[in-house]
């Protein structure tokens, strides 16, 4: 069924008010609309609550934690969805929601750990049975979001109970990365209300201690040591430090925490698509449009470069992108997924409720009503103005963004999954960190799939995969310009056999210019025999196609994608590898490869070195307009020179050249 403006709608999903494209002329929505859908989402996740309403046990695999740890899931999670809704009211609950958190809070409390009732499961030490620990965060939050209408209205042996609960987190060990601050918004509640003792001192002062380290500049955190750089900034490592500090009115902490924000957004904003989609880039996806929490967050607190209508657009964007493309089933429950339902999206912690997170992005209601967020008129996104691509040298990220078709592509030499005790040789392929470029159009193909956008030697037959990844520089011509470059290098890793070979390495180059992405390889220490494959953006397709190295029209997005790979230098073979568990975009894909043996018969192998250039393309929008992106790859750009250590490349529109060398290393343009 759809509603206005052309709005998927079920018995569950409330229509929505009518558009308003005159203050809104990107999006149409309003805070009203915000709204309606957060009380749609309640709706829906209420119908499965338990009788006192203490667990909500939403239909579903469960998660490794089990279905109590997911019932607790299900209640924290939406209760913070709630919060804001009503926080963001001055109290007005026109639905009745905290009365029913208030219930299933004095329930939930009343036996901890006891199966045979509605109780939590207990906060204990991760790894185990630590999801609690996650939990005890959004309830905290949720407590300090809605004290006047909720806290302060329970009995003194409710609070007391909650508070015995909420102290597991302070006892036990988190995760090592962002799970440090879920004690910490704990203990920043129970200071709020009076609870605060050393145990909560500590707690608090432990996790910014750990936040600081974990500062690498620009705005930018790893989520915990090494170099995990995703959405966790965002919905995380920014969110709950600077919530605090807005809600403590503590300047202090406001003037420590808001500069990284701001700092943030300016980098982070432009990874958002023209059509609100976010990047699919990292772990933790199902949660969505909780991508939008740090530019929400920025709005409320005045920690942003962006404006009030960019902030908006932004926001709405991606609220109403999930929302349309069946984020929500026609029970109204958010699926475990992208779009719809997609198992490889998610975590082995992923659970029915887990989707719930996405709620972090309604912070944007603490903004009243009469403020410029929801006042102004909004304003162009930075994806749609002109051709643009920038650098991000801290994290180690080129983001590349197209007018013509309002796509935002990321190419990732710097950010991985790899705890620093891990070694090279960490665990298998990591799809949602090993790539060499994302987007906000495409997801990266599952295991057992060719992997799209990945360069892997192959040694008796065994591909190699991406792990571990060590930058070695990005730049870009600076304000408006219209190139950029990122590199980085990485030792393969097999499954099986030895993990890795001795002397064995990859450098990689990724060029950006317009539409196009000169890829540029050198692959040194290479045993005789092996083999090298390129592959380039796993687009959808329709079985049968042929092999020109371009994907097509893409499924489950409602838009259409094209994905073109030309050699250039070194590659003797081509053709297009299916993907049938397809993408989070699209049921089944098509991916682009080209193939060389290495390093006998590889023109420029020389001293166990042999080097390599393709040129990429991802093109979407209307299909004609996708198909010149997708197949102008052979006339856009030419090789001058090349050898094992370097290559220049002549451009053809304006006759610009591209020199890229590893020996010494160096990308110049001009």
């Known amino acids: 069924m759809t509603g206005a403006g052309g709005a998927r709608q079920g018995p569950y999903l409330p229509e929505r008010p009518p558009e308003d494209r005159e203050s809104s002329p990107y999006t ?12 749609g989402l309640l709706r829906a996740a209420w119908r499965w609550a338990t009788p ?3 667990l909500l046990d939403l239909p579903g695999a469960p998660s490794v934690s089990g279905v109590r740890s997911d019932g607790l899931e299900g209640y924290a999670r939406t209760f913070l969805t709630a919060a804001f809704r009503v926080a963001g009211t001055g109290g007005a609950d026109p639905y009745g929601w905290l009365g029913r958190y208030a219930e299933g809070l004095a329930a939930g409390t009343r036996t901890p ?11 204990l030490d991760h790894p185990g049975r630590g999801q609690p620990m996650v939990e005890s965060a959004s309830v905290a939050l ?17 609070r007391d109970r909650a508070e015995a609960w909420l102290r597991g987190a302070l006892r036990h060990t988190p995760a090592p990365n962002n799970w440090y601050l879920f004690p910490y918004t704990v203990a920043t509640f129970l200071e709020s209300v009076g609870r605060g003792d050393g145990e909560t001192e500590r707690a608090r002062e432990r996790a910014l201690r750990l936040l600081e380290g974990w500062y690498r500049g620009d705005g930018w955190y790893a989520d915990g040591d090494g170099r995990a750089f995703d959405h966790y900034n965002g919905w995380a490592l920014h969110l709950y430090p600077m919530l605090h500090a807005h809600l403590a009115r503590d300047e202090r902490e406001s003037a420590h925490h808001g500069p990284r924000l701001r700092a943030h957004l300016d980098g982070f904003a432009p990874t958002f698509g023209a059509d609100g989609a976010p990047m699919h880039f990292g772990r933790s996806l199902t949660y969505r449009f909780a991508a939008g929490a740090a530019v929400a967050m920025g709005a409320v607190t005045g920690w942003t470069p962006l404006s009030p209508g960019t902030s908006r657009r932004l926001l709405s964007g991606t609220f109403r992108h999930f929302l349309d493309r069946g984020a929500t089933g026609d029970d109204g429950l958010l699926a475990p997924g992208w779009y719809g339902p997609h198992a490889a999206t998610l975590q082995p912690y ?27 008129t909004e304003e162009p996104a930075p994806s749609d103005g002109p051709d643009h691509v920038r650098a991000l040298p801290v994290p180690g990220l080129l983001l590349q963004s197209t007018r013509a078709d309002g796509v935002v592509r990321l190419h990732n030499h710097g950010s991985d999954h790899v705890r620093p005790d891990e070694g090279e040789s960490a665990a298998a392929d990591d799809p949602h960190y090993g790539r060499l470029a994302y987007s906000t159009r495409t997801g990266p193909t599952a295991p057992g799939n060719a992997p799209d956008n990945h360069l892997a030697v192959e040694v008796d037959g065994v591909p190699s995969t991406r792990r571990r990844v060590h930058p070695l520089g990005a730049g870009d011509a600076g304000p408006g310009g219209g190139w950029g470059w990122a590199a980085s290098w990485h030792l393969p890793v097999f499954a099986s056999g030895p993990p890795t070979v001795p002397g064995l390495r990859v450098e990689s180059v990724t060029f950006a210019r317009g539409p196009y992405e000169l890829r540029v390889h050198r692959v040194t220490g290479a045993p005789p025999g092996a083999r090298v494959t390129q592959t380039g953006w796993a687009t959808g397709g329709e079985p049968g196609e042929g092999a020109d190295g371009a994907g097509g029209a893409e499924a489950r997005s409602g838009v259409e994608a094209r994905s073109g790979l030309r050699g250039l230098y070194g590659w003797t073979g081509r053709d297009t590898v299916r993907a049938p568990r397809g993408t989070a975009f699209t049921r089944w894909a098509l991916v682009p490869r080209l193939t060389a043996d ?3 018969g590889v023109p420029g192998a020389a001293g166990g070195a042999a080097l390599y250039a393709a040129l990429a393309v991802l093109a979407g929008g209307p299909g004609a307009a996708a198909e010149r ?20 490349v002549r451009w053809a529109d304006d006759g610009s050249t591209t020199r890229v060398s590893f020996a010494p290393f160096g990308v110049a343009h001009g």
């Open 28 to 39: 149409g929505w309003t805070r009203a609309h915000w709204e309606a859908a957060a009380d």
């Open 52 to 54: 006192c309403g203490a």
């Open 350 to 376: 992923s659970g029915p409720a887990s989707p719930y997170w996405a709620g972090k992005a309604l912070v944007a209601l603490l903004a009243p009503a009469e403020h410029p967020l929801w006042t102004a």
């Open 598 to 600: 290495v390093p006998g």
């Open 629 to 648: 992106g997708a197949h102008a790859g052979p006339s856009a750009a030419t090789v001058l020179s090349a050898g094992p250590d370097a290559v220049v």
């Open 142 to 158: 949720g407590l300090r979001l809605t004290r006047p209408w909720l806290w302060d209205r329970l009995d003194d042996g409710v």
């Open 113 to 123: 750990g006891r199966a045979d009732a509605e109780s939590w499961p207990p906060v």
